[in-house]
RNA sequence: GCCCCCAUCGUCUAGUGGCCUAGGACACUGGCUUUUCAUGCCAGCAACGGGAGUUCAAUUCUCCCUGGGGGUACCA
């Protein structure tokens, strides 16, 4: 349709500013960089910022620290610049007004005056008539000069587009032909009255300014496309290609969105992660939730599913999208994760960890306040584990001062108390053989606890289980050698001690 | 209502007329490993929405039905 051949590849992500990145709208971002990436285009980020009723306070910070989690870097856009800037909408409003002219000149848009109420009276009658279209294009138009005189008087005037009688067929990269018939959209308003541009037309100028080739967006904006496709005809623009990617829903098929937060915090239950940022502060890495969602919806055509952004930029092609709607699946998530975290670079993984504790809520603060060298020791010893909080909750007792541990009477009582505190008697014994013990390491201390089962002829669990309860007070821990060298030999004496002065008289 | 898109295990998906006794992954079930919690390993369960065609042969092509989704704003 266009020839775009030869042409460099320039993707945008255009977010609205109302609130945190979408885990949807990542997807979308996701896609769009990886086809800038993978041909050497580049990415662009605009802000579409032209309804001011919706606009929230620092949501644009807030999406840009998103895309950096996620590892997508923009080439143009805010805090980067640009060529084609302002990259915020708000700010272009001259550039929309000198292409709304010429609309209105060559009679393509023209002046609307209708009240909302005459607007509702339309579209009652149009449904009570069964008709398609709502909007009954005036007849005759006001001129220029009368909706110019229409907006000195303080009247609400609006801008609408004079959609042209005629089939209009988008060539979509992914559904492929989709023919709208002529006369099945109305005269679309392109300027509000406020001045601002609507985004219908915001997008086809700045797309077109901003030299876009290819937009990939959500399927909700397929049937946008034709209205888009018929306002470059009439400004002469430059159709780019168009693909429409599937809708992610929940697991119920409901769409994903932040009022499920809502609505589970009104029943007691946890909030879903809806947002990027959910899923940051809940203990994903930013690997696995790129990989999994760059999965539904794209395949690499084997049975591979392990992907690195790096990995991704390889694989990924257009046309290994799909049309099917995907529901996600956050079981799958948490596989992704526990895999990612098993195989990441520790170096990063760390770093990924302390993402996690300044970013999240609810950490002792002792754990944010720790010793980074004992942080790391500690992420260490919890291999296998599937999100950060489970990190936490194996080793978070580490942290508490010693007299903080708090006994769970469960544990205390199968494992300490049961057959007249036989696990008791064990933690006095080995008081004395750890004191004893000059290398506090994992080999010296597993090989005392080896060779006192030896010689009672006893299991290791009945050792390892009374030491890890009277240390962390309860029976989760990472292995007894490596909880015992990370609590160092001081903190453990002392917790032992401590236990043991709890022991209940026989 | 009207317009548009979609349709393989519970979920994400492979499949492009015979290689399909439909493959992989998650979940689930059973087993193994294990000093706790996890992890890991092995095995099993499980799908082509329905109906007409086309063809020697349809999961794969066509049509209808059904189902799901999207749009129908001075929101994007």
Not at 147 to 154: I, L, M, N, P, Y
Request: glycine share 6%; proline share 5%.
């Amino acid at each position: 349709m266009t020839k775009l051949e030869g042409t460099k590849v320039r993707v945008r992500f255009a977010p609205s500013p109302t609130g945190y990145l979408h885990i949807g709208g990542a997807r979308t971002v996701l896609f769009n960089w990886l086809l800038a990436r993978k041909s050497g285009g580049k990415f662009i980020l605009r802000i579409e910022d032209t309804d001011r009723s919706r606009h929230v306070g620092d949501s644009v910070a807030k999406i840009l620290d998103d895309l950096r989690w996620l590892g997508m870097t923009w080439d143009e856009g805010p805090e980067a610049g640009g060529d084609a800037g302002p990259y915020f909408q708000s700010e272009r409003l001259s550039l929309y007004n000198e292409h709304l002219a010429r609309m209105l000149e060559s009679g393509d848009a023209y002046y609307a005056l209708e009240t909302p109420q005459e607007l509702e009276t339309m579209r009652e009658n149009a449904r009570a008539e069964k008709r398609i279209l709502s909007y009954d294009r005036p007849s005759p138009i006001p001129t220029i000069e009368e909706g110019e005189a229409a907006k000195r008087d303080r009247k609400k005037v609006v801008v609408r587009f004079k959609m042209p009688d005629e089939d209009i067929t988008v060539c979509d990269d992914i559904l492929g032909d989709v023919t709208l018939k002529s006369g099945q959209i109305e005269d679309f308003v392109i300027q509000k009255s406020d001045g601002f541009p609507t985004y219908h037309f915001a997008c086809v100028v700045d797309d077109e300014l901003m030299k876009i080739t290819h937009v990939l967006r959500g399927q909700e904006h397929l049937m946008n496309t034709p209205k888009h496709v018929a306002m470059q005809r009439s400004l002469g623009f430059t159709t780019p290609h168009y693909a429409h990617m599937p809708v992610i829903f929940n697991m119920n098929g409901s769409k994903m969105s932040k009022r499920d937060k809502e609505k589970a915090l009104k029943n007691g239950d946890p909030p879903p992660e809806i947002d990027v940022n959910d899923f940051r502060v809940a203990g994903y890495l930013p690997e696995a939730v790129v990989n999994f969602i760059s999965l539904l919806g794209w395949n690499p055509g084997d049975d591979r599913e392990h992907f690195s952004l790096g990995e991704l930029v390889e694989t990924f092609t257009l046309d290994r999208v799909g049309k099917t709607n995907a529901k996600f699946d956050r079981e799958k998530l948490l596989a992704f994760n526990t895999n990612w975290a098993a195989s990441l670079d520790f170096g990063l993984l760390f770093k990924a960890f302390c993402d996690f504790l300044s970013a999240s809520e609810n950490i002792p603060q002792e754990i944010r306040d720790a010793d980074e060298k004992k942080l790391r020791e500690a992420l260490k010893a919890c291999s296998g584990f599937r999100i950060f909080p489970d990190v936490i909750k194996k080793v978070g007792f580490v942290f508490a001062s010693d007299n903080d541990i708090e006994f769970d009477p469960k544990a205390v009582k199968k494992v300490l108390a049961k057959n007249e505190n036989a696990g008791y008697a064990i933690l006095d014994h080995m008081i004395t053989r750890l004191e004893a013990l000059a290398d506090w390491s994992v080999g010296s201390i597993e090989r005392l606890i080896n060779d006192v089962c030896e010689a009672r002829d006893i299991k290791m669990g009945n050792v390892a289980q009374p030491l890890r309860v009277a240390v962390s007070g309860s029976t989760i821990s990472p292995a007894i050698g490596d909880t015992l060298v990370l609590l160092g030999k001081k903190s453990t004496l002392a917790r032992i001690r401590k236990c043991l002065m709890n022991r209940e008289p026989k």
